[in-house]
């Protein structure tokens, strides 16, 4: 399995990525914001882009997105193909482009929102801590990235304060000693966060149906 970061030469894959990245939203019946491969093929040509590959078969994939003129970065669009789960890929690729993302953009806080408990976890696991929406970046234009997500309204509604993603951030300025409260990810607490948030939301959408 190669781990690279993507360049044009892999444009090819870009039309697989997509149709994965969808074909998974539709099988977690989850929200996700759509990506058309012409975007993706960018992200690959500025170098912004992390792809698995094993020979020539596509195997997973990430991106990074900046805003708040390079102050914020995202790390977005995790996807492995369903042939290569549940073997450490997801971790591989997701701290290739962390680390990708703080040498391209050294100081950036690094940040991601995800309804993913395997994302959860790998990003805890890199030093990530959940944090409220307001941490975030205040950039319209990543917020304007979760219009095409099913989820979108709940968002709006909440005045972006919540969604059924949770916020994840590594702020590089914090010192490095300072330890999380919380050795380790609690998966249990994030389950049922998660379950409360989508009675609490989706109650509240056939109220006002
Ligand atoms: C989520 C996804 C990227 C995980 O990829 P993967 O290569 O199977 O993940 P890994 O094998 O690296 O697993 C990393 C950790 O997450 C855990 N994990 C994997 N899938 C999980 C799931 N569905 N639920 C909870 N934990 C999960 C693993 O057990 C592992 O934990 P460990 O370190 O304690 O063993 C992959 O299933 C996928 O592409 N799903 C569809 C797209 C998606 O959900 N993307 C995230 C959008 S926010």
Redesign the pocket.
């Known amino acids: 399995m190669k781990i690279l970061i993507a360049n044009k030469a892999h444009a090819k894959y870009a039309e697989t990525i997509c149709d994965t ?1 969808a074909e ?2 539709k099988v ?1 019946g989850t929200g ?1 914001a759509r990506r058309t491969p012409e975007y993706i093929i960018t992200k690959m040509e500025n170098g912004n882009a992390i792809i698995a590959l094993d020979g020539d078969n596509f195997a ?1 994939f990430c991106y990074i997105e900046v805003w708040g003129h390079d102050k914020f970065v995202a790390n977005s669009g ?3 193909s369903p042939d ?8 591989d690729i997701k701290k290739a482009i962390f680390e990708h993302s703080q040498n391209k953009y050294p100081g950036a806080k690094i940040f991601g929102i ?6 959860m ?2 990003n805890y696991e890199l030093g990530y801590q959940p944090v409220t929406f307001s941490e975030l970046t205040d950039d319209e234009s990543f917020w304007k990235g979760c219009q095409t997500c099913k989820n979108y309204d709940i968002l709006t509604r909440t005045e972006r304060k919540m969604c059924l993603c949770t916020g994840m951030l590594y702020d590089p300025n914090k010192k490095k000693e300072e330890k999380p409260r919380h050795e380790s990810f609690n ?1 249990k607490t994030y389950r049922r966060l998660k379950s409360i948030k989508q009675t609490l939301f989706y109650k509240k959408d056939k109220e006002s149906n």
């Open positions: 990245i998974s939203a977690r996700i997973g995790l996807i492995v290569y789960r549940n073997q450490g890929l997801a971790k995800t309804t993913g408990l395997a994302v976890k790998i998966e």
